[in-house]
């Protein structure tokens, strides 16, 4: 079984390590799948969200603090995953980090946001046996990507980003912007809200 990643837009092919892989799976998807199944009844709110992400946090690749976590929350190879502080990942979040996702500062994420580092192979004709290219993700400082958004393999979103529900991102977005859309586009600039805001929710 073989892998595939992009360097300078070359495709590099890395054969499979079945000992690692059994390693890593012991020590990072196993615990997290447990304690995610004996906390799923847990409810949604503000504490407790905080007290799920702390008992993920060791699962995961390098995690920062505040880390909050509601449930139906699944991260997929999350030893290679990098969670800065104040991140927040809403009800229903899919992340698979097997080519590295790096969640910066304050990241938000409403709820079933879909994003994956890797991209499906075709070989003889057929998707099922022609393996994965793994690309890296990053969504920077401060972004808020709404419900149901999906982020594709290789993405780079920029710091203070507004991504609508819905939207699919497939090409990289620069700082301070909204985007919306099938495939996501630049709507326009974001700026601050001037309106009094009483409380945060996270």
């Known amino acids: 079984m073989a892998e595939q990643s992009k360097s300078n837009g070359v495709e590099k092919t890395h054969r499979f390590n079945w000992r690692k892989a059994l390693l ?38 390098k995690c920062g603090k505040n880390f909050a976590v509601a449930k139906g929350v699944q991260l997929k190879n999350s030893d290679k995953l990098i969670v800065g502080d104040n991140v927040y990942l809403a009800s229903g ?7 590295t996702m790096i969640l910066e500062d ?31 993700v990053i969504i920077g400082r401060g ?10 393999a290789g993405v780079k979103i ?16 620069p700082d301070n912007v909204i985007v919306g859309g099938v495939p996501a586009k630049i709507i326009g600039p974001r700026t601050d809200t001037t309106k009094e805001v009483k409380h945060s929710r996270f």
Not at 117 to 136: C, D, L, Q, W, Y
């Open 143 to 152: 972004t808020w990507l709404a419900a149901h958004v999906v982020v594709r």
């Open 106 to 136: 304050e990241v938000v994420m409403g709820p079933y946001v879909v994003i994956s580092t890797g991209t499906h192979a075709f070989k003889n004709g057929s998707v099922r046996f022609g393996g994965t290219i793994m690309e890296p």
């Open 158 to 173: 920029g710091s203070g980003v507004l991504v609508a529900a819905n939207a699919v991102v497939v090409e990289d977005v």
């Open 24 to 61: 890593i799976y012991l020590r990072y998807q196993i615990p997290l799948w447990i304690v995610s199944l004996l906390i799923e009844w847990w409810p949604d709110n503000r504490i407790v969200d905080t007290i799920r992400g702390f008992l993920f946090k060791p699962f995961i690749g």
């Open 93 to 99: 979040v899919w992340l698979n980090a097997m080519g």
